[in-house]
């Protein structure tokens, strides 16, 4: 149950992931992992950052798009299920406190400052485990 839905077995779960700084916040993790989630279940990834040209081409079943206006950004946080966001040196990043204004459930990695409700924190050595079992 995702912000208040019932998921069906049937449904496309959407996943988004926003970051300005693609290196910085785990974007290159973040392809790999969604991408082999997206082969084993029913999922729309979308990918907001700026994604290197010989990256991009390795992962063609991702949306992936550049940096977008904060009109289009609300439409993608309206339609997401899941918001996933692998960064190791977060401070308090501004995607994240728009996620949670949305009531999207957040996964990413366990920072000690970093302790918020309505948050799943994960070891990043155990990202595909952890993340399975949401969609199980």
Known sequence: NLK????????KITVLFVARYFWLKGGKIALDVLERLRKKYNLRIIFISIVPEEIKKEYPSIEIRGLVSSEILEKFYLDTDVFFYPSLGETFGFTLLEAMAFGIPIVKPFISFFKIANVCFFDICAVYPFFKKIFM
């Open 4 to 11: 208040g839905k019932s998921l069906s077995i049937n449904k």
